[in-house]
Protein backbone atom coordinates (compact mmCIF):
# COMPACT_ATOMS: atom_id res chain seq x y z
CA UNK A 1 0.00 0.00 0.00
CA UNK A 2 1.61 3.66 -1.03
CA UNK A 3 0.87 6.43 1.71
CA UNK A 4 -0.76 8.93 -0.08
CA UNK A 5 -2.26 12.79 0.26
CA UNK A 6 -5.69 11.98 -1.12
CA UNK A 7 -8.12 10.44 -3.86
CA UNK A 8 -8.15 12.16 -7.43
CA UNK A 9 -11.73 13.69 -6.39
CA UNK A 10 -9.81 15.23 -3.70
CA UNK A 11 -7.25 16.59 -5.33
CA UNK A 12 -9.38 17.92 -7.71
CA UNK A 13 -11.54 19.87 -5.21
CA UNK A 14 -8.49 21.36 -3.12
CA UNK A 15 -7.65 22.71 -6.84
CA UNK A 16 -10.94 23.86 -7.80
CA UNK A 17 -10.97 25.85 -4.31
CA UNK A 18 -8.15 27.89 -5.30
CA UNK A 19 -10.10 29.18 -8.06
CA UNK A 20 -10.59 33.15 -8.02
CA UNK A 21 -11.47 33.69 -11.37
CA UNK A 22 -8.60 36.20 -11.89
CA UNK A 23 -4.96 35.89 -10.43
CA UNK A 24 -5.80 31.66 -10.24
CA UNK A 25 -7.58 29.59 -12.83
CA UNK A 26 -8.29 26.39 -12.67
CA UNK A 27 -9.31 24.55 -15.56
CA UNK A 28 -10.82 21.14 -16.35
CA UNK A 29 -9.35 20.54 -19.97
CA UNK A 30 -10.94 17.42 -22.36
CA UNK A 31 -8.53 14.78 -23.88
CA UNK A 32 -10.08 12.65 -26.89
CA UNK A 33 -11.20 10.47 -24.09
CA UNK A 34 -14.59 10.75 -22.80
CA UNK A 35 -15.14 11.41 -19.12
CA UNK A 36 -11.24 11.94 -18.93
CA UNK A 37 -10.18 15.74 -18.13
CA UNK A 38 -6.90 17.15 -16.97
CA UNK A 39 -6.46 19.61 -14.80
CA UNK A 40 -4.41 22.64 -16.14
CA UNK A 41 -3.60 25.82 -13.31
CA UNK A 42 -2.49 29.02 -14.57
CA UNK A 43 -1.24 31.43 -12.22
CA UNK A 44 -0.97 35.11 -13.35
CA UNK A 45 1.75 37.53 -13.07
CA UNK A 46 1.90 40.54 -14.80
CA UNK A 47 4.71 40.76 -17.39
CA UNK A 48 6.45 37.90 -15.87
CA UNK A 49 8.12 35.02 -17.45
CA UNK A 50 6.36 31.65 -17.07
CA UNK A 51 7.49 28.42 -14.99
CA UNK A 52 6.04 25.02 -15.71
CA UNK A 53 5.38 22.82 -13.27
CA UNK A 54 3.82 19.31 -13.68
CA UNK A 55 3.23 16.23 -11.25
CA UNK A 56 1.55 12.53 -11.37
CA UNK A 57 2.85 11.56 -14.95
CA UNK A 58 3.09 8.04 -13.28
CA UNK A 59 0.01 7.09 -11.31
CA UNK A 60 2.23 5.32 -8.87
CA UNK A 61 3.91 8.42 -7.96
CA UNK A 62 1.53 10.74 -5.88
CA UNK A 63 4.09 12.45 -3.48
CA UNK A 64 5.14 15.27 -6.07
CA UNK A 65 0.77 15.41 -6.65
CA UNK A 66 0.70 16.78 -2.96
CA UNK A 67 3.79 18.46 -2.73
CA UNK A 68 2.70 20.68 -5.24
CA UNK A 69 -0.94 21.18 -4.18
CA UNK A 70 0.81 22.14 -1.03
CA UNK A 71 2.80 24.67 -2.34
CA UNK A 72 -0.06 26.55 -3.98
CA UNK A 73 -2.44 26.27 -1.21
CA UNK A 74 0.33 27.43 1.18
CA UNK A 75 1.23 30.44 -1.33
CA UNK A 76 5.36 29.61 -1.40
CA UNK A 77 5.54 30.00 -5.61
CA UNK A 78 7.72 33.54 -5.51
CA UNK A 79 5.06 35.78 -7.48
CA UNK A 80 7.46 37.45 -9.35
CA UNK A 81 6.64 34.55 -11.98
CA UNK A 82 3.66 32.97 -14.04
CA UNK A 83 3.27 29.51 -13.66
CA UNK A 84 1.34 27.31 -15.69
CA UNK A 85 0.60 23.91 -13.78
CA UNK A 86 -0.66 20.62 -14.37
CA UNK A 87 -1.31 19.12 -11.22
CA UNK A 88 -2.06 15.53 -12.51
CA UNK A 89 -1.18 14.56 -15.88
CA UNK A 90 -1.91 11.00 -15.64
CA UNK A 91 -5.13 11.30 -13.62
CA UNK A 92 -6.24 7.49 -14.76
CA UNK A 93 -3.21 5.93 -13.50
CA UNK A 94 -3.24 8.05 -10.31
CA UNK A 95 -7.06 6.72 -9.43
CA UNK A 96 -5.66 3.28 -10.40
CA UNK A 97 -1.78 3.42 -8.32
CA UNK A 98 -0.71 2.62 -11.90
CA UNK A 99 2.75 3.70 -13.56
CA UNK A 100 0.47 3.68 -16.86
CA UNK A 101 -2.75 5.24 -18.05
CA UNK A 102 -5.90 3.05 -18.19
CA UNK A 103 -5.30 2.19 -21.82
CA UNK A 104 -1.87 0.66 -20.47
CA UNK A 105 0.38 3.51 -21.82
CA UNK A 106 3.19 4.94 -19.63
CA UNK A 107 2.76 8.58 -20.51
CA UNK A 108 5.90 9.94 -19.93
CA UNK A 109 6.99 8.56 -23.61
CA UNK A 110 3.46 9.68 -25.72
CA UNK A 111 4.99 13.84 -25.96
CA UNK A 112 6.51 13.14 -29.60
CA UNK A 113 5.23 15.34 -32.08
CA UNK A 114 1.70 16.59 -31.46
CA UNK A 115 1.30 13.91 -28.26
CA UNK A 116 0.62 10.29 -28.83
CA UNK A 117 -1.51 9.74 -25.94
CA UNK A 118 -4.70 11.52 -25.16
CA UNK A 119 -3.00 13.28 -22.26
CA UNK A 120 0.06 14.48 -23.88
CA UNK A 121 -2.02 15.71 -26.87
CA UNK A 122 -4.08 17.85 -24.75
CA UNK A 123 -0.96 19.20 -22.21
CA UNK A 124 0.98 19.99 -25.64
CA UNK A 125 -1.83 21.95 -27.28
CA UNK A 126 -2.26 23.39 -24.11
CA UNK A 127 1.24 24.97 -23.88
CA UNK A 128 1.43 25.61 -27.98
CA UNK A 129 1.82 29.20 -27.89
CA UNK A 130 3.96 29.82 -24.08
CA UNK A 131 7.62 29.31 -23.22
CA UNK A 132 8.80 28.88 -20.64
CA UNK A 133 12.18 30.20 -18.74
CA UNK A 134 11.75 26.69 -16.51
CA UNK A 135 9.40 23.36 -16.35
CA UNK A 136 9.92 21.06 -13.68
CA UNK A 137 8.24 17.87 -13.56
CA UNK A 138 7.88 15.74 -10.38
CA UNK A 139 8.46 11.99 -9.56
CA UNK A 140 9.26 9.26 -7.47
CA UNK A 141 11.48 6.61 -7.68
CA UNK A 142 11.30 3.41 -6.31
CA UNK A 143 14.90 2.05 -6.69
CA UNK A 144 16.39 5.70 -5.30
CA UNK A 145 18.00 6.25 -1.61
CA UNK A 146 17.63 9.93 -1.93
CA UNK A 147 16.70 12.47 -4.07
CA UNK A 148 18.06 13.23 -7.26
CA UNK A 149 16.98 15.12 -10.69
CA UNK A 150 17.67 15.13 -14.32
CA UNK A 151 18.96 18.21 -15.85
CA UNK A 152 18.55 19.96 -19.67
CA UNK A 153 19.08 23.22 -20.60
CA UNK A 154 22.66 23.38 -19.11
CA UNK A 155 23.03 25.65 -16.23
CA UNK A 156 23.38 25.49 -12.91
CA UNK A 157 19.99 25.16 -11.25
CA UNK A 158 20.17 21.41 -10.40
CA UNK A 159 23.54 22.10 -8.27
CA UNK A 160 21.78 24.47 -6.52
CA UNK A 161 18.48 22.14 -5.27
CA UNK A 162 21.13 19.33 -4.53
CA UNK A 163 22.89 22.25 -2.24
CA UNK A 164 19.05 23.27 -0.82
CA UNK A 165 17.98 19.65 -0.01
CA UNK A 166 21.82 19.28 1.62
CA UNK A 167 21.09 22.12 3.55
CA UNK A 168 17.56 20.82 5.14
CA UNK A 169 19.46 17.66 6.03
CA UNK A 170 17.39 16.01 3.11
CA UNK A 171 18.97 12.87 1.61
CA UNK A 172 20.64 12.60 -1.77
CA UNK A 173 21.01 9.77 -3.76
CA UNK A 174 24.87 9.41 -4.43
CA UNK A 175 23.72 7.81 -7.71
CA UNK A 176 26.75 5.55 -7.35
CA UNK A 177 26.31 1.77 -7.03
CA UNK A 178 22.67 2.14 -5.51
CA UNK A 179 20.53 1.72 -8.44
CA UNK A 180 21.63 0.78 -12.24
CA UNK A 181 21.06 3.25 -14.34
CA UNK A 182 20.98 1.95 -17.86
CA UNK A 183 20.58 2.74 -21.54
CA UNK A 184 20.38 6.25 -21.73
CA UNK A 185 21.37 6.93 -18.66
CA UNK A 186 24.75 4.76 -18.45
CA UNK A 187 27.61 6.71 -18.57
CA UNK A 188 28.52 6.71 -22.15
CA UNK A 189 25.07 8.73 -22.52
CA UNK A 190 25.17 11.08 -19.48
CA UNK A 191 26.80 13.21 -17.21
CA UNK A 192 26.19 11.81 -13.77
CA UNK A 193 27.39 13.46 -9.92
CA UNK A 194 25.82 13.44 -6.98
CA UNK A 195 22.11 13.83 -7.29
CA UNK A 196 22.46 15.21 -10.77
CA UNK A 197 21.66 13.72 -13.86
CA UNK A 198 22.68 15.59 -16.97
CA UNK A 199 21.79 13.06 -20.11
CA UNK A 200 22.61 13.82 -23.77
CA UNK A 201 18.77 14.25 -24.88
CA UNK A 202 19.21 13.07 -28.19
CA UNK A 203 20.71 9.86 -27.55
CA UNK A 204 17.86 9.72 -24.59
CA UNK A 205 15.03 10.15 -26.86
CA UNK A 206 16.65 7.75 -29.33
CA UNK A 207 16.67 5.02 -26.56
CA UNK A 208 13.71 5.40 -24.87
CA UNK A 209 11.58 5.00 -27.97
CA UNK A 210 9.27 8.22 -26.96
CA UNK A 211 9.89 11.67 -25.49
CA UNK A 212 9.21 12.47 -21.90
CA UNK A 213 7.43 15.82 -20.76
CA UNK A 214 10.81 16.96 -19.60
CA UNK A 215 12.47 15.79 -22.88
CA UNK A 216 9.92 17.37 -25.12
CA UNK A 217 10.11 20.68 -23.08
CA UNK A 218 13.91 21.41 -23.51
CA UNK A 219 13.69 20.62 -26.95
CA UNK A 220 10.79 23.00 -27.66
CA UNK A 221 9.40 25.68 -24.91
CA UNK A 222 11.83 25.86 -21.96
CA UNK A 223 15.00 27.06 -21.43
CA UNK A 224 15.79 25.03 -18.71
CA UNK A 225 13.69 21.54 -17.50
CA UNK A 226 14.47 19.45 -14.64
CA UNK A 227 12.74 16.20 -13.37
CA UNK A 228 12.61 15.60 -9.87
CA UNK A 229 13.14 12.06 -8.40
CA UNK A 230 12.45 11.25 -4.65
CA UNK A 231 12.64 7.97 -2.96
CA UNK A 232 9.40 5.86 -2.79
CA UNK A 233 10.86 3.71 0.00
CA UNK A 234 11.42 7.10 1.80
CA UNK A 235 8.87 8.23 4.32
CA UNK A 236 5.46 10.09 2.78
CA UNK A 237 6.25 13.38 5.14
CA UNK A 238 9.85 13.24 3.56
CA UNK A 239 9.02 12.70 -0.02
CA UNK A 240 6.63 15.51 0.25
CA UNK A 241 9.40 17.90 2.05
CA UNK A 242 12.06 16.75 -0.96
CA UNK A 243 10.19 17.89 -3.71
CA UNK A 244 8.86 20.94 -1.87
CA UNK A 245 12.47 22.04 -0.98
CA UNK A 246 13.74 21.31 -4.61
CA UNK A 247 10.84 23.12 -6.19
CA UNK A 248 11.25 26.27 -4.24
CA UNK A 249 15.21 25.82 -4.64
CA UNK A 250 14.93 25.77 -8.52
CA UNK A 251 12.70 28.73 -8.84
CA UNK A 252 15.26 30.59 -6.44
CA UNK A 253 18.11 29.63 -8.63
CA UNK A 254 15.83 30.93 -11.55
CA UNK A 255 15.96 34.20 -10.28
CA UNK A 256 19.33 34.29 -9.38
CA UNK A 257 20.26 33.38 -13.08
CA UNK A 258 17.81 36.58 -14.61
CA UNK A 259 18.90 38.79 -12.14
CA UNK A 260 21.94 39.44 -14.57
CA UNK A 261 19.61 39.89 -16.98
CA UNK A 262 16.27 41.84 -17.06
CA UNK A 263 13.12 39.89 -16.83
CA UNK A 264 11.20 40.19 -20.08
ZN1 LIG B 1 8.10 8.67 -12.87
Not at 17 to 23: E, L, T
Not at 41 to 61: L, N, Y
Not at 241 to 258: D, G, T
Request: charged fraction near 25%; aromatic fraction near 6%.
Amino acid sequence: MIPSGGTYPELVRRWEAMHDGDRVSVDHLETRRVGRTLLCVDIRAEQAPTISIAAGVHGDEPAGVWALLGLVEDSELDARYSYRIWPCTNPSGYAARTRQSADGVDVNRTFGRLGTSPEARAILAANRDLTFALSLDLHEDCDASGFYCYEYGGGEIGRRVISALDEEGLEIDPLETTFNLAGPLDDAHSMRERGRVVPDASEETALLGGLSYSLALARGSARHALTFETPSPAAWGTRLAMHRCAVLAAVAALLEESASMPLK
